[in-house]
């Protein structure tokens, strides 16, 4: 049965797509759900306006991801720790860490969105990876060091 989704429906697809569905699947959980409709020539025709505006949608949030990319690029941020000998912290700096640390700076990055290449348990100079779109990958430099 062809299916049209209206909301993201997890492992099986993304709003706005037009998908096959077994038709128990469809009568069970999506439709009582309000997350797809028939794909019938009504729903058609609603379905060609979403998707030019869920493209518009996507290339504004492209936009604003490319310039939040530019302004994390130019900065870097300095993050102060409790260090002991040799610089090992007591503790490691975090994703959470990174992105208070950019709050501070007036840039908001959800924390789940920064990987790091490796764990911050020194004093030292670090990168870290901030995907803010399917496609746009900010490298952030991260100076680590002792109070």
Do not use: C, H, W
Request: neutral net charge; without cysteine.
């Amino acid at each position: 049965m062809k299916v049209i989704l209206t909301e993201n429906v997890v492992r099986v697809g993304k709003k706005g797509e037009l998908i096959n569905v077994k038709t128990g699947y469809f009568r069970n959980y999506l439709l009582p759900n309000n997350l797809a409709v028939v794909a019938d020539k009504e729903n058609m025709a609603k379905f060609e306006a979403m998707q030019a505006q869920l493209k518009a949608e996507e290339e504004k949030n492209r936009a604003e991801a490319e310039k939040t990319k530019s302004k994390i690029e130019e900065n870097s941020v300095s993050i102060k720790v409790k260090a002991g000998e040799e610089g090992k912290l007591f503790g490691s700096v975090t994703n959470k860490d990174i992105a208070e640390a950019l709050l501070e700076k007036g840039i908001e990055v959800d924390k789940k969105k920064i990987s790091l290449e490796e764990d911050i348990v020194k004093t030292g100079q670090y990168k870290a990876n901030i995907r803010l779109f399917p496609e746009v990958i900010a490298e952030l430099k991260v100076l680590v060091e002792a109070e």
